[in-house]
């Protein structure tokens, strides 16, 4: 690309000088050229030619380094996922990044390589209510998957590891579906994830095998890519969610009713207190009232007899 670059400056600066050599000079006769002003233009244009070449040497350089970085970092992945133990390391840490992401925390969300009834150890358990659980598996073959894309124009091992590794999918299918990850009966869903840990590699099998995908949803295992992944962790977050508070409604309800049974008791009791105050209030109403007048009648009596007998004697009054 530089080299092209250059070519079509180095073609300009040409067509320029031809330009300059048989233009007219001011005042002067067609075909004359002005040497000084000739010599002059090219001088510029000679400095503007170092500076684009420079700048264009430059940026190859600058090119060729990130070409090489590329090529060597291209390089070290192709050797780390040459190995089976390193290509699993990688698909578990793709599958921790989108459990972190989905907001899901190690011990409460999900469990590590936690042994089933069955004596098999899925990868991941995802921890539902109810004591439900998920199983996940992060064990993706993709041998032949890299196979077929270093292939490069051979057509004949493209196919044949295309072919290959999608045998081995369906073979990695039919593994799960016999390791007891689906046991409704022990406390699981009805299914297994089986996690891809490219995007590229999901879309790669439903290009070339569009039918796999189904095939693995009859035999209960759902492939999930991180897009994937992520988008069944937020519905699965979301039903936990709900089902807590709908465990916690319930216990609202719970002591909503025992309130209203202590309110019920309350209202009783306070009603007993009302009719007491009322009874009480009724009796000093007959005594300040009835009784009061009755005993001043007899005691207004005495006292006009006393009157009677003593005129001088300060007369009785009754006690307050």
Excluded at 36 to 47: F, G, H, P
Excluded at 167 to 182: I, K
Excluded at 184 to 213: C, K, M, Q, R
Aim: proline fraction near 4%; charged fraction near 25%; glycine fraction near 8%.
């Amino acid at each position: 690309m530089g080299l092209l670059l250059l070519g079509v400056a180095l073609g300009a600066a040409a067509a320029v000088v031809v330009a300059l050599v048989v233009r007219r000079p001011p005042g002067g006769r067609e075909g004359a050229p002005d040497v000084r002003a000739v010599r002059e233009d090219v001088a510029r244009l000679q400095e503007s030619l170092a500076r684009t070449t420079g700048e264009l040497r430059a940026q190859l350089a600058s090119h060729g380094e990130q070409t090489a970085v590329l090529t060597a970092t291209a390089g070290a992945l192709r050797q780390v996922l040459a190995s089976p133990k390193a290509r699993g390391q990688w698909g578990e840490r793709m599958a921790d990044d989108v459990l972190r992401l989905a907001g899901l925390a190690e011990g409460v969300s999900y469990v590590k390589q936690r042994a089933t009834r069955h004596g098999t150890v899925p990868d991941v358990t995802f921890l539902l209510p109810a004591g439900q659980v998920l199983h996940m598996d992060v064990k993706f073959p993709i041998d032949n998957y890299v196979r077929c894309t270093e292939a490069g124009d051979d057509v004949v091992t493209a196919d044949a590891a295309r072919v290959a590794f999608l045998r081995d999918v369906r073979a990695r299918v039919r593994e799960l579906t016999g390791r007891g990850y689906v046991d409704p009966a022990g406390g699981t869903l009805d299914y297994v994830l089986l996690f891809l840990p490219n995007e590229s590699i999901y879309a790669f099998v439903h290009e070339h095998d569009p039918a796999l995908l189904d095939d693995a949803l009859r035999q209960k295992v759902v492939l999930c890519s991180p897009l994937t992944l992520y988008a069944v962790l937020a519905v699965v977050r979301q039903a936990a969610e709900a089902a807590a508070l709908e465990r916690t409604s319930g216990e609202v309800l719970e002591v909503l009713g025992s309130f209203g049974q202590e309110w019920h008791r309350f209202c009783d009791a306070l009603d007993k207190v009302g009719r007491s105050v009322d009874a009480m209030e009724r009796a000093y109403g007959e005594l300040a009232g009835t009784r009061r007048r009755a005993l001043e009648r007899p005691l207004s009596r005495v006292e006009e007899l006393r009157r009677s007998r003593s005129p001088g004697q300060a007369p009785l009054r009754a006690v307050e």
